[in-house]
């Protein structure tokens, strides 16, 4: 009866082989090609920059004045229905400006009342999107993107996108984006805004000495056009912030990148350095061995000199030995 043993092989575990000469040179330029890609990022940032500011303070102060007038005053029934606006970017590559603003929204649902019983999130920026849809995807109601294609966003452009968070009614929206403070830094910010229904009485003690004209519903116009200037306010805030922080982050990568480089370049100079000390000195121990082996052949060799008089000395011994036969 055969049977077949049972051969135990032996698993090879993975080795790591040092890096060649030829594969330092080829991360080394592959690290120079992704400098010049940041390097020119961080140059067009910086050109966007400037106008991104100056649309930032006409922003500011168009937005000033209605803020100061459209703001509930007094005490506030409980919030039924609350929704979340996130404003992010399309594009990455800003540092951690999109994922503080999925923090926050996230931060916040989590901490809101009991009494608020529908909740939802509008989203505008394609970012912050993936921080929220795992834990909080059944809450979204509208998640825009392209919305940074739009350069510079117009008012009438904020007008159609304030539709989308207006028309589910909330009884409380609240705003997260990054509020712009200087080149190198942002603050993440919560904004809050009511209905109609919550500032119709503050509005109607702030006019009370103007008398309007026209339909009944011009306070609630009035409301809307502040939601879109709001809007307005949050897209310059945060595409200044996100500006600065593409600026911020493409020149750390740029002096990232040449640390790397520098380290690679003195190790691939050690590397051959130590290649050509090696063979060096394998030509030196081989040129010693073969010194020492041609003066051991001499040493073996007999002179001529010595060579002759060994030949005199057969020579006189041949005659002797010929005339002593004879």
Known sequence: MLSRANIQQTRRLPVRGFASAQA???RIQAIKNIKKITTAMKV???VKLRSAQEALLVARFFQQSLFNLVKPAGKLPPVKKQLWVG??????????INSTISR?????ILEAPAEVTEKGIVLYGEKSRAGLNSQF???FRA??????KNRPITFYQCGELADYWLRENADKTLFFFQKFKSMIAYVTTADEFYSYNYLKDSLETALALYETEGPDDTYRNLVEFTAAVKLFHYFAENNASTLSARMQAMGNSSTNANEMIATLTLFLNRSRQAKITTELSEIVGGAAAVDEEVGADEDDVIPKKELRDIEGELG????AHASASA
Not at 104 to 108: A, T, W
Request: glycine letters at 14%; a negative charge; hydrophobic letters at 25%.
């Open 24 to 26: 330092l040179r080829q």
């Open 104 to 108: 926050g929204i996230r931060d916040s």
């Open 143 to 148: 998640a825009l993107s392209d919305c940074d």
């Open 316 to 319: 006189e011994n041949n005659k």
């Open 87 to 96: 404003m992010s970017s399309d594009r990455g590559l800003c540092g951690g």
């Open 137 to 139: 995807g059944h809450l």
């Open 44 to 46: 067009v940032a910086t």
